[in-house]
């Protein structure tokens, strides 16, 4: 296992023998502090560091740090977080999760606490190296059992660099039986249109291009579903679009990514649910054997989208966006005038949250009302 390790040195989940050092470097770390001290209290920080110290694995540090931090978090800022479709998933815990794409930090953060709740083992999480903002972040992520996916590189080095990727994942789940998540994009959907990229696919592959569908089985892809009643950063988003609108070349700077973060991480979020599809060995299984190569990858998209779509749960609020978007009524049994009404102030605060220079509310509530909507869209492509 050490000699193995040592070919993704670069990129892998920090190991057991090298917990308690990077434990120690992260306490002496004032930044670390500055940001982490507030999240645990009523403990002080010495109680925190002692406890910190006492992790002696990832998996220590999973169990006494983070789960009741998370727990925490979970009662304060959502009215329920749960898992469905646990029939899915077996005993054997070696597959790829793929899923839609909310929250920058929650998305495999509560997939984990659902999870520990079920004693099954927490997933790997793939974590793009822009996130990687001050060195702390790395060790933290890397000690909560992140691996690390490098998005700045040359195209000369990106081959190179996603082969290493497509190794490390099938070396992490068909010989260590070790699940992972990762989304099914770069970045959020922004505006929850959720597709599958086929060059995620395509990197999955790398691992054995000349047999693209057994790389594929070989990970035992399960398609997850995450529903947030509330996207705590919907605002945030809507901004982005505006300022994409008005300067095609606009660029999140570090500030706008830790804004994101810590806005999705504290803001309240209502109802979560997780839904685990089947996996989809057998839907690849039937598909033709002479769809062409360059084809074949957006049909497996299609089909991880489609149990993707057909597993989402919905809320008022997005029946009410949906309604509005296609400028229908066909809804209208899913939700009543209070619905409509709460809705509408919704928007408006969450507009009102917005500071840009020549704001376009109605383009903003338009984005808005999108983000709520396309979910329901979707799920109507599947029938």
């Known amino acids: 296992m050490m ?3 040592s ?47 006492s992790c002696q694995s990832k998996d220590d540090f999973q169990r006494n740090i983070i789960y009741p931090v998370m727990h925490k978090l979970i009662a304060r800022t959502t009215t329920e977080m ?15 999760f793929i899923s839609n794409h909310r929250d920058i930090v929650l998305d495999a953060a ?3 606490m659902l999870m520990f709740d079920k004693e099954k083992p927490t997933t790997e999480i793939a974590i793009g190296d822009n996130l990687l903002i001050y060195p702390w972040i790395e060790k ?7 691996f690390i996916v490098k998005r700045g590189v040359s195209v000369r080095q990106m081959l190179e660099v996603s082969t290493h990727l497509s190794r490390y994942i099938h070396h992490t789940i068909y010989e260590r039986k070790q699940p992972v998540w990762i989304a099914q994009r770069e970045g959020r959907a922004k505006d929850s249109d959720d597709k599958t990229q086929v060059s995620l696919l395509k990197m999955l592959t790398l691992y054995d291009v000349t ?15 995450i529903s947030y009643e509330l996207d705590p950063c919907d605002f945030l988003k809507a901004k982005e679009f505006q300022l994409k609108r008005d300067n095609p070349d606009h660029k999140k700077s570090k500030a706008d990514d830790i804004e994101n973060m810590l806005t999705g991480i504290m803001g309240f979020k209502g109802h979560v649910r997780f839904r685990f599809g089947k996996c989809i060995n057998p ?11 360059n084809e074949l990858l957006e049909k497996v998209a299609g089909i991880i989208d489609r149990e993707i779509y057909s597993n989402y749960s919905f809320f008022p609020f997005n029946y009410v966006a949906y309604d509005r978007m296609s400028h229908t009524k066909q809804f209208v049994a899913e939700y ?12 408006q605060k969450q507009i009102g949250k917005i500071e840009i220079s020549a704001k376009d509310e109605n383009f903003l509530r338009e984005k808005l009302i999108e983000m709520y909507g396309n979910t329901v869209k979707n799920k109507l492509r599947t029938h």
Not at 23 to 41: G, W
Not at 212 to 224: E, N
């Open 140 to 146: 933290l992520v890397r000690l909560n059992k992140s």
């Open 7 to 53: 070919l993704f040195d670069d990129i892998r989940p920090l190991l057991d023998s090298e917990v308690a050092e990077t434990i120690a470097s992260l306490l002496d770390d004032l930044y670390f502090r500055r940001a982490v001290e507030p999240f645990v209290k009523p403990f002080t920080w010495e109680q925190f560091s002692y406890a910190m110290r």
């Open 283 to 293: 839907m690849i299984d039937s598909l033709p054997g002479d769809i062409p190569r």
């Open 82 to 96: 749960n898992g469905y479709g646990w029939e899915n998933i077996s005993e054997k815990n070696d597959y790829l």
């Open 336 to 347: 009543t005038a209070d619905d409509e009404q709460r809705f509408d102030e919704y928007l």
């Open 110 to 112: 509560f997939l984990n």
């Open 3 to 5: 000699e193995t390790a």
């Open 211 to 225: 047999h693209q569908l057994d790389a594929l089985k070989q990970l035992q892809i399960v398609p997850l579903s």
